[in-house]
């Protein structure tokens, strides 16, 4: 069973900075890719970013331009560096890792969440 623990999560007014972080305990698949999903209340859970253990990257249309996903391979790490942060912003951002084995079979681990608002 892989973990993931995120942190980083918090509250903060528009336009302002947060920087998610989220360790992955070692596993013995080889990894696809990373990224970050988020849910807002009454809503269903979205993509927000991916990268590949290669840094190719994937982002919503919604946060082009204004948040960045990184990964340390060496350290099992992903981060999600989100500026000029919105209200729209507002959500429970979860870890997500998705990899594969020898045989094909496929593996897929959620972290337990962290809660991002945006309010003035």
């Known amino acids: 069973q892989v973990q993931l623990v995120e942190s980083g999560g918090g509250s903060v007014q528009p336009g302002g900075s947060l920087r998610l972080s989220c360790v992955a305990s070692?596993?013995?698949?080889?990894?696809?890719?990373m990224g970050w999903y988020r849910q807002a209340p009454g809503k269903e859970r979205e993509l927000v970013a991916t990268?590949?253990?290669?840094?190719?990257?994937n982002y919503a249309n919604s946060v082009k331009g204004r948040f960045t996903i990184s990964i340390d391979n060496r350290k099992n790490s992903v981060y999600l560096q989100m500026n000029s942060l919105k209200p729209e912003d507002t959500a429970v951002y979860y870890c997500n890792i998705e990899g594969y084995d020898t045989w094909e079979t496929e593996y897929e681990y959620w972290g337990q969440g962290t809660q991002v608002t945006v309010s003035s």
């Open positions: 070692q596993y013995d698949f080889v990894l696809d890719h």
């Open positions: 990268i590949t253990r290669g840094g190719n990257t």
